[in-house]
């Protein structure tokens, strides 16, 4: 009877684990689904990047139908309307016990990366897990979000450059009192876009 309940002692075990992990990953997945929005905000880099630093970001934060993943984009204003140098995006989802980002770059691949247990209930931090396509313009490398309060929270995202060269840059980002559909992510423009101007509506005469 021994080994028998020494081997069920283990399983109960890796089970309460795998428990724990799974309502860890849905805590956090939970927590970020409550940035669901616009937001704007400066961005600061390291080593500094004259096209970043202290220029406005927009981000869109926005929950797919059902729940099941989270959208989140980034324009910033002002910037040449390039169609090779696309806006990125991020999609984040639960896979398993594991909340899943994948964030598709506009170097021309996507990483993926996993969260770490929060530590503090605010903190929602991703490591690298690997990346699929071509690397030679470097790719997405870390990525951390913290709550500060409904309508303010940063995002930290770490860039790795070739040579493994880290860009860090970090956002901070207050609620926009705008749409979802607003600014920098559909009509009418904000000031900066480079669309304004563009499909605005036309006063009746």
């Given at each position: 009877?021994?080994?028998?309940?020494?081997?069920?002692?283990?399983?109960?075990?890796?089970?309460t684990t795998l428990a724990l992990a799974q309502s860890?990953?849905?805590?956090?997945?939970?927590?970020?689904?409550?940035?669901?929005?616009?937001?704007?905000?400066?961005?600061?880099?390291?080593?500094?990047?004259?096209?970043?630093?202290?220029?406005?970001?927009?981000?869109?934060l926005r929950v797919t139908p059902r729940g099941n993943a989270?959208?989140?984009?980034?324009?910033?204003?002002?910037?040449?309307?390039?169609?090779?140098k696309d806006d990125p995006i991020t999609g984040l989802y639960l896979e398993g016990n594991r909340l899943i980002l994948t964030h598709y770059c506009d170097a021309g691949n996507r990483s993926h990366m996993a969260t770490r247990t929060s530590t503090d209930g605010k903190t929602v931090e991703f490591d690298f897990l690997d990346a699929a396509g071509s690397t030679q313009y470097?790719?997405?490398?870390?990525?951390?979000?913290?709550?500060?309060?409904?309508?303010?929270?940063?995002e930290d995202w770490t860039y790795m450059?070739?040579?493994?060269?880290?860009?860090?840059?970090?956002?901070?980002?207050?609620?926009?009192?705008?749409?979802?559909?607003?600014g920098p992510f559909g009509n009418p423009p904000l000031p900066g876009d480079p669309g304004q101007g563009k499909n605005e509506p036309q006063a009746s005469s």
């Open positions: 009877m021994k080994p028998f309940r020494f081997r069920l002692s283990i399983v109960l075990m890796l089970l860890d990953a849905q805590k956090s997945f939970d927590k970020l689904k409550t940035l669901a929005g616009t937001w704007q905000g400066p961005v600061k880099a390291d080593p500094p990047q004259a096209d970043w630093d202290n220029k406005p970001m927009w981000i869109l989270l959208v989140h984009e980034m324009k910033q204003p002002g910037t040449p309307d390039d169609p090779a470097g790719h997405m490398h870390h990525a951390v979000f913290t709550i500060v309060d409904a309508n303010h929270h940063t450059e070739p040579g493994d060269k880290p860009v860090h840059a970090h956002l901070d980002l207050e609620r926009a009192k705008v749409t979802a559909l607003a």
